[in-house]
């Protein structure tokens, strides 16, 4: 029986700009779980910026204003206890690799500064261990494999400095893989460059992120990988249909090897551009998926800074509480919300490393 696609936006019971009223129960609950984020570009973005991370920024209005969505005090507001920060750079191939190296000494360097507050992570247990102190863990993804420059040793590289997933492909097409925003490739394979990526990620113990990644290939990695695979930050092309989200076979594929999506948080994935929609939208896309393959396969991932413009009810990172409530006033139960908070993420990260030859 196919799954319904009903968006549910609370349109009369809840103003489009009003905040969702967190009750002090759901704030005591979403102070004690795990809570992750599979990808922000705040650091990246407040190099650009010149931003001080360890400082309270205004938060952005739209994408005009240059303010940060993130900040450390934002995360430890938001109860954020563990951020994928992304490593970024322009979109082709020629000298990405020496900006993608600089970047990660640019992340190290921001949280050696912040070393009270974060803690570089990259294991599963780093996680625990940054909770445990209460510090944020810090850990790093690289967005896109035109940063490899076709080097499948670069990959060992960026691993070894603690890269703990790479996106396949951004918005531009690579030697690796082909780019869902890639509009001369109605069909894509992978080629034997990117199967050995597949192949060297697994063995490594390194995740695998099929976020801006061609449909063919998701289905082809997903068939290929020994490991789950994730998403770092996408939605429901059912629900908004475009390029950038996913479809119901790219769902159950990444479902099908175990993996999790992170929901994102823009606007303009979420919902048709004619008006900016409510926080609530979140879980839209959550229920779908839910339906689709079931709540194990559902994570955060947020795309903060990204350049996006987030729904009306959440600001920055502050308000993250606010999805937690929503998530509850939908009718998901407390072991549901925790899984999509923290733990869906953390049983792939333990299984993937886990299963590294090197272990």
Known sequence: MPVEIVLVQDEVMRKINEPVEVSEETSEFH??????????????????LGLDLSKRHRAPRGISNWKLHTDVPKLKDGGVDAVFFGIVTHPWPRKAYGRALRSIDYARYVFDKNSEELLFAAMPADIETARGAGKVAALLGVEGMHMLGGSLDRI?????????????????SNRFAVSSADTTRERAELGALGLEAVKVMNEL???????????????EVCR???????????????LRPTFRNLTDEDIKNIAGTG???????????????????????????????????GID???????????????????????LPALTQLFFDRGYDADEV????????????RQV???SSSQ
């Open 31 to 48: 102070r004690r779980s795990l809570v992750v984020d599979l990808h922000t570009d705040s650091l990246m973005y407040a190099r650009v």
């Open 297 to 319: 396969h559902i994570a955060l991932g947020s795309d903060w800074d990204g350049l996006i413009t987030t729904p009306d009810g959440m600001r920055d990172a502050t308000d």
């Open 205 to 219: 113990g390194m995740m695998i992120d099929l976020s801006h990644t061609h449909t063919d290939l998701i289905a």
């Open 338 to 349: 925790e899984k999509i908070l923290g733990l869906n993420f953390m049983r792939v990260f």
């Open 156 to 172: 060992e590289k960026f691993y070894g400095l603690g890269v703990r997933y790479i996106t396949m492909a951004h918005f531009t």
């Open 224 to 238: 290929v990988s020994s490991q789950p695979v994730i998403v770092s930050h996408g939605a429901a092309s059912a």
């Open 259 to 293: 993996g999790v999506i992170g929901l994102i948080y823009c606007a303009e994935w979420l919902a048709p551009r004619r008006s900016r929609p409510h926080l609530s939208v979140v879980v839209d896309h959550a229920d779908y998926i839910k339906g689709l393959v």
């Open 353 to 355: 490393t886990e299963s």
